[in-house]
């Protein structure tokens, strides 16, 4: 087994010339279609996710920045 011990399927509709472009990126990346269009989805919901962590974080500092500099100190770069 894969990991994947429940799963759920879904189907997309897409226009024919917006299908191909799917299979020839899948074909470049050496995946399948099915595997192509998943990875796309779950890298555009790890980047929401990442998104509304930094708008959080933004809002928790109620618009407060810190230099490159400062950063780079705290760091303990040169």
Not at 51 to 77: C, F, P, W
């Amino acid at each position: 087994m894969d990991g994947m011990s429940e799963t759920t399927v879904t189907s997309l509709r897409f226009k024919d010339d917006q299908y191909e472009k799917v299979k020839k990126l899948a074909a470049f990346h050496g995946v399948s279609v099915t595997m192509y269009m998943r990875q796309a989805v779950l890298e555009r919901m790890e980047d929401e996710e990442d998104y509304k962590d930094a708008v959080d974080n933004i809002q928790a500092s109620h618009g407060a920045t810190v230099s490159r500099d400062e950063v780079k100190k705290r760091l303990g770069m040169p």
